[in-house]
C-alpha cells in the first residue's frame, strides 16, 4: 500500500477502509508508519488469527495471562541472576569465597 502511495496511486478512502479491514492490520501498517520491523512467522500467525477469532472477554484473559507467565519469566531469570557473579559464572555457595574448607 505504501509503495502504491509513494508512486502517485490514492485509493478512495472507502478502498483503504476495506483494505485495512479485509486484513485485519492498521492503517499506520498499510502505510508504513508503524517503526514496526517485527514480521510474523507462520506459527505466529495462526495465533494472531486465533487471537483475533476471541471475544473482548477472552481476550482480556489471555493478556493477563501472558503477562503473568511473562512476570513468572522474570522472577526465574532474576533469582537465577542472583548466584552469578558478572561473568556469568555461579558464585560459590559454601561462603568460603571459592576456596576449600579444611576441616
Do not use: C
Request: glycine share 8%; hydrophobic share 35%.
Amino acid at each position: 500500500m505504501f509503495d502504491f502511495l509513494e508512486y502517485g496511486f490514492v485509493p478512495h478512502i472507502s478502498v483503504f477502509a476495506q483494505i485495512v479491514e479485509h486484513f485485519l492490520v492498521s492503517s499506520d501498517f498499510l502505510l508504513n508508519r508503524t517503526g514496526s520491523t517485527i514480521t510474523i512467522q507462520e506459527d505466529e500467525e495462526e495465533l494472531l488469527l486465533s487471537y483475533r477469532a476471541l471475544n473482548s472477554k477472552s481476550k482480556t484473559m489471555a493478556l493477563s495471562r501472558i503477562y503473568e507467565l511473562e512476570r513468572e519469566e522474570e522472577s526465574l531469570v532474576a533469582a537465577k541472576n542472583r548466584y552469578l557473579d558478572r561473568e556469568g559464572k555461579s558464585l560459590p555457595s559454601s561462603g568460603t569465597g571459592g576456596g576449600t574448607m579444611v576441616g
